[in-house]
């Protein structure tokens, strides 16, 4: 069984938020900071910076939830986010080596 994630992303100035689903999330952060897909949401809006995240066993689960959270109001993400990161530092540092290939 594939292991799930979700993520939150901003922007420098934290004025664009953006959630996603992957099996992999330091490859897909690494895709988002090198804007891997220039016509994407994120690398128009320069939303690369890893400010959430939960890990779930499946990735069924982690599509759940991401539809748990995009349904609510950026006032719920911020919540989100302020619960356990609430300087909204970039956590790519403490999830890069979260998973060997």
């Not at 090198?34 to 939303?47: G, I, L």
Request: proline fraction near 4%; include cysteine.
């Amino acid at each position: 069984m594939k292991p799930g994630f979700i993520y939150i992303i901003t922007n420098k100035y934290q004025t664009v938020v953006c959630t996603g689903v992957t099996s992999n999330l330091p490859r897909r952060i690494i895709n988002h900071k090198e804007n891997k897909y220039p016509n994407s949401f994120s690398a128009r809006y320069n939303v690369n910076i890893l400010v959430y995240y939960e890990q779930f066993q499946s990735i069924g689960d982690a599509v759940t939830r991401e539809k748990q959270i995009k349904a609510g109001s950026r006032e719920f993400k911020n919540n989100l986010v302020g619960s356990v990161n609430p300087a909204w530092k970039d956590l790519f540092e403490d999830i890069k080596d979260i998973m060997t290939e």
